[in-house]
Protein backbone atom coordinates (compact mmCIF):
# COMPACT_ATOMS: atom_id res chain seq x y z
CA UNK A 1 0.00 0.00 0.00
CA UNK A 2 0.90 3.57 -0.72
CA UNK A 3 1.68 5.11 2.77
CA UNK A 4 0.63 9.08 3.56
CA UNK A 5 2.51 10.71 5.91
CA UNK A 6 0.99 14.20 7.19
CA UNK A 7 3.11 16.91 8.83
CA UNK A 8 2.81 17.95 11.62
CA UNK A 9 0.61 16.11 13.36
CA UNK A 10 -1.25 19.32 15.17
CA UNK A 11 -0.79 23.17 13.99
CA UNK A 12 -1.78 26.49 15.62
CA UNK A 13 -2.14 29.69 13.51
CA UNK A 14 -2.91 33.26 13.99
CA UNK A 15 -6.07 34.29 12.35
CA UNK A 16 -5.10 35.96 9.53
CA UNK A 17 -1.78 34.00 9.08
CA UNK A 18 -0.67 31.32 6.99
CA UNK A 19 -1.20 27.60 7.47
CA UNK A 20 0.78 24.98 5.80
CA UNK A 21 0.29 21.15 6.08
CA UNK A 22 2.92 18.78 4.17
CA UNK A 23 1.78 14.91 3.10
CA UNK A 24 4.56 12.90 1.62
CA UNK A 25 3.61 9.45 0.04
CA UNK A 26 5.97 6.32 0.42
CA UNK A 27 5.89 6.25 -3.57
CA UNK A 28 4.94 8.37 -6.70
CA UNK A 29 1.31 9.49 -7.08
CA UNK A 30 2.37 10.71 -10.59
CA UNK A 31 0.85 9.05 -13.66
CA UNK A 32 2.97 10.04 -16.33
CA UNK A 33 0.44 9.54 -19.14
CA UNK A 34 -1.38 12.43 -18.09
CA UNK A 35 0.76 13.75 -15.72
CA UNK A 36 -1.36 14.56 -12.90
CA UNK A 37 -0.81 13.97 -9.09
CA UNK A 38 -3.53 11.88 -7.68
CA UNK A 39 -3.76 13.61 -4.58
CA UNK A 40 -6.50 14.92 -2.65
CA UNK A 41 -6.99 16.96 0.58
CA UNK A 42 -10.13 17.29 2.68
CA UNK A 43 -11.21 19.13 5.53
CA UNK A 44 -13.12 17.53 8.59
CA UNK A 45 -15.01 19.58 10.72
CA UNK A 46 -16.38 17.99 14.33
CA UNK A 47 -19.17 15.49 13.57
CA UNK A 48 -19.32 16.21 10.27
CA UNK A 49 -18.21 13.91 7.03
CA UNK A 50 -14.97 15.07 5.12
CA UNK A 51 -15.67 17.73 2.54
CA UNK A 52 -13.49 17.43 -0.19
CA UNK A 53 -11.01 20.85 -0.84
CA UNK A 54 -8.61 19.75 -3.64
CA UNK A 55 -7.74 17.35 -6.15
CA UNK A 56 -5.21 16.42 -8.78
CA UNK A 57 -3.08 18.14 -6.19
CA UNK A 58 -3.68 21.80 -6.58
CA UNK A 59 -7.45 22.00 -8.26
CA UNK A 60 -9.95 23.60 -5.80
CA UNK A 61 -13.25 21.60 -5.51
CA UNK A 62 -15.85 23.73 -6.90
CA UNK A 63 -16.79 26.15 -4.03
CA UNK A 64 -14.03 26.25 -1.92
CA UNK A 65 -12.68 30.03 -0.90
CA UNK A 66 -9.42 30.53 -3.05
CA UNK A 67 -7.28 31.05 0.25
CA UNK A 68 -6.90 27.32 -0.01
CA UNK A 69 -4.28 26.21 -2.38
CA UNK A 70 -2.74 23.07 -2.72
CA UNK A 71 1.14 22.59 -4.10
CA UNK A 72 3.78 19.52 -4.86
CA UNK A 73 4.17 16.79 -7.20
CA UNK A 74 5.27 13.06 -7.10
CA UNK A 75 5.95 12.32 -3.47
CA UNK A 76 5.65 15.70 -1.87
CA UNK A 77 2.77 17.85 -1.27
CA UNK A 78 1.39 21.21 0.75
CA UNK A 79 -1.67 22.45 1.33
CA UNK A 80 -1.87 26.29 2.11
CA UNK A 81 -4.55 28.02 4.28
CA UNK A 82 -2.91 31.85 2.69
CA UNK A 83 -4.93 33.85 5.77
CA UNK A 84 -6.42 31.58 8.26
CA UNK A 85 -10.09 32.18 9.19
CA UNK A 86 -11.96 30.87 12.15
CA UNK A 87 -13.80 28.41 10.08
CA UNK A 88 -10.79 26.63 8.89
CA UNK A 89 -10.20 25.25 12.43
CA UNK A 90 -10.89 21.35 11.55
CA UNK A 91 -8.50 18.15 10.74
CA UNK A 92 -7.06 17.98 7.51
CA UNK A 93 -6.24 14.57 5.52
CA UNK A 94 -4.42 13.88 2.73
CA UNK A 95 -5.73 11.11 -0.05
CA UNK A 96 -4.08 9.15 -2.94
CA UNK A 97 -5.99 7.89 -5.73
CA UNK A 98 -3.09 6.34 -7.79
CA UNK A 99 -4.09 3.04 -6.35
CA UNK A 100 -7.27 1.83 -5.88
CA UNK A 101 -6.29 0.73 -2.54
CA UNK A 102 -6.88 4.07 -1.50
CA UNK A 103 -5.34 5.76 1.44
CA UNK A 104 -5.03 8.60 3.56
CA UNK A 105 -2.91 10.22 5.95
CA UNK A 106 -2.90 10.28 9.65
CA UNK A 107 -4.74 13.81 9.43
CA UNK A 108 -2.98 17.43 10.79
CA UNK A 109 -5.16 19.40 13.58
CA UNK A 110 -5.28 22.74 12.83
CA UNK A 111 -6.40 25.10 15.93
CA UNK A 112 -6.63 29.37 16.06
CA UNK A 113 -3.37 30.41 18.29
CA UNK B 1 -27.81 17.89 -5.80
CA UNK B 2 -26.55 14.61 -5.34
CA UNK B 3 -26.79 13.49 -1.69
CA UNK B 4 -25.88 10.30 -0.04
CA UNK B 5 -28.11 8.90 2.88
CA UNK B 6 -26.87 5.89 4.87
CA UNK B 7 -28.13 3.99 8.04
CA UNK B 8 -27.52 0.88 9.68
CA UNK B 9 -27.55 -0.81 12.80
CA UNK B 10 -25.34 1.14 15.43
CA UNK B 11 -25.08 -1.30 18.33
CA UNK B 12 -23.43 -4.69 17.45
CA UNK B 13 -22.26 -7.51 20.10
CA UNK B 14 -19.05 -8.99 19.23
CA UNK B 15 -19.20 -11.59 16.35
CA UNK B 16 -21.98 -10.21 15.15
CA UNK B 17 -22.29 -9.24 11.33
CA UNK B 18 -22.65 -5.37 10.65
CA UNK B 19 -24.94 -4.12 8.17
CA UNK B 20 -25.32 -0.83 6.46
CA UNK B 21 -26.99 0.77 3.54
CA UNK B 22 -26.53 3.87 1.35
CA UNK B 23 -28.96 5.66 -0.78
CA UNK B 24 -28.28 7.67 -3.76
CA UNK B 25 -30.62 10.81 -4.52
CA UNK B 26 -30.51 13.52 -6.75
CA UNK B 27 -27.78 12.35 -9.27
CA UNK B 28 -26.94 9.37 -11.32
CA UNK B 29 -26.26 6.05 -10.05
CA UNK B 30 -24.22 4.42 -13.21
CA UNK B 31 -20.99 5.84 -14.09
CA UNK B 32 -19.44 6.00 -10.49
CA UNK B 33 -17.66 4.07 -7.59
CA UNK B 34 -19.15 3.98 -4.10
CA UNK B 35 -17.17 3.21 -1.39
CA UNK B 36 -17.40 2.78 2.56
CA UNK B 37 -14.89 4.07 4.60
CA UNK B 38 -14.41 4.26 8.41
CA UNK B 39 -13.39 6.47 11.12
CA UNK B 40 -12.35 5.13 14.56
CA UNK B 41 -13.14 7.86 17.11
CA UNK B 42 -10.24 10.23 17.40
CA UNK B 43 -8.70 8.00 14.51
CA UNK B 44 -8.12 8.45 10.99
CA UNK B 45 -9.94 7.61 7.99
CA UNK B 46 -9.52 3.75 6.72
CA UNK B 47 -11.07 3.00 3.24
CA UNK B 48 -13.23 -0.27 3.25
CA UNK B 49 -14.16 -1.24 -0.23
CA UNK B 50 -15.65 -0.05 -3.33
CA UNK B 51 -18.31 -1.26 -5.84
CA UNK B 52 -19.95 -0.13 -9.26
CA UNK B 53 -23.06 -0.53 -10.86
CA UNK B 54 -22.23 -3.38 -12.66
CA UNK B 55 -21.27 -5.16 -9.26
CA UNK B 56 -17.39 -5.29 -9.93
CA UNK B 57 -16.07 -5.32 -6.01
CA UNK B 58 -12.43 -4.03 -4.76
CA UNK B 59 -11.63 -4.44 -1.50
CA UNK B 60 -9.05 -3.66 1.58
CA UNK B 61 -7.01 -6.82 1.61
CA UNK B 62 -6.89 -5.69 5.63
CA UNK B 63 -10.92 -6.26 5.62
CA UNK B 64 -11.13 -8.66 2.30
CA UNK B 65 -12.05 -11.78 4.65
CA UNK B 66 -14.93 -10.47 6.28
CA UNK B 67 -15.99 -7.79 3.64
CA UNK B 68 -19.25 -7.87 1.12
CA UNK B 69 -20.22 -4.74 -0.49
CA UNK B 70 -23.30 -5.35 -3.49
CA UNK B 71 -26.13 -3.06 -4.67
CA UNK B 72 -29.46 -2.39 -5.53
CA UNK B 73 -29.74 -0.54 -8.99
CA UNK B 74 -33.45 -0.70 -8.90
CA UNK B 75 -32.85 1.37 -5.39
CA UNK B 76 -30.06 3.31 -6.36
CA UNK B 77 -28.75 1.51 -3.01
CA UNK B 78 -25.21 -0.33 -1.92
CA UNK B 79 -24.86 -1.77 1.03
CA UNK B 80 -21.57 -3.16 3.52
CA UNK B 81 -21.64 -6.18 5.48
CA UNK B 82 -18.80 -6.95 8.13
CA UNK B 83 -18.68 -10.33 9.53
CA UNK B 84 -17.16 -11.02 12.95
CA UNK B 85 -16.93 -8.02 14.20
CA UNK B 86 -15.15 -6.96 17.02
CA UNK B 87 -14.57 -3.59 19.33
CA UNK B 88 -11.57 -2.72 16.79
CA UNK B 89 -14.60 -2.32 14.20
CA UNK B 90 -16.47 0.68 15.96
CA UNK B 91 -16.17 3.02 14.14
CA UNK B 92 -17.87 5.72 12.12
CA UNK B 93 -18.60 4.33 9.01
CA UNK B 94 -19.13 6.67 5.69
CA UNK B 95 -20.47 6.04 2.48
CA UNK B 96 -18.59 8.19 -0.60
CA UNK B 97 -19.11 8.84 -4.23
CA UNK B 98 -15.62 8.41 -6.37
CA UNK B 99 -16.27 9.61 -10.31
CA UNK B 100 -14.36 7.75 -13.05
CA UNK B 101 -11.00 9.04 -13.77
CA UNK B 102 -11.36 10.27 -17.02
CA UNK B 103 -7.89 9.61 -18.26
CA UNK B 104 -7.57 5.81 -17.33
CA UNK B 105 -10.74 3.23 -16.77
CA UNK B 106 -8.52 1.69 -13.89
CA UNK B 107 -8.52 5.00 -11.65
CA UNK B 108 -10.88 7.04 -10.02
CA UNK B 109 -10.90 10.68 -9.12
CA UNK B 110 -11.26 11.63 -5.45
CA UNK B 111 -14.19 11.01 -3.11
CA UNK B 112 -16.47 14.31 -4.04
CA UNK B 113 -19.55 13.33 -1.72
CA UNK B 114 -19.38 11.36 1.43
CA UNK B 115 -23.31 10.65 3.37
CA UNK B 116 -23.28 11.80 7.23
CA UNK B 117 -21.57 8.81 9.16
CA UNK B 118 -23.28 6.35 11.24
CA UNK B 119 -21.87 5.31 14.13
CA UNK B 120 -21.24 1.83 14.82
CA UNK B 121 -20.59 0.43 18.09
CA UNK B 122 -19.10 -2.92 19.12
CA UNK B 123 -19.67 -4.06 22.85
CA UNK B 124 -20.83 -6.89 24.71
Known amino acids: DIVMTQSP ?7 GERATINCKSSQSVLYSSNNKNYLAWY ?8 KLLIYWASTRE ?8 GSGSGTDFTLTISSLQAEDVAVYYCQQYYSTRFTFGQGTRLEIK | QVQLQQWGAGLLKPSETLSLTCAV ?7 YYWSWIRQPPGKGLEWIGEINHSGSTNYNPSLKSRVTISVDTSKNQFSLKLSSVTAADTAVYYCARAPPDSWNDERRDAFDIWGQGTMVTVSS
Open chain 1, 9 to 15: DSLAVSL
Open chain 1, 43 to 50: QQKPGQPP
Open chain 1, 62 to 69: SGVPDRFS
Open chain 2, 25 to 31: YGGSFSG
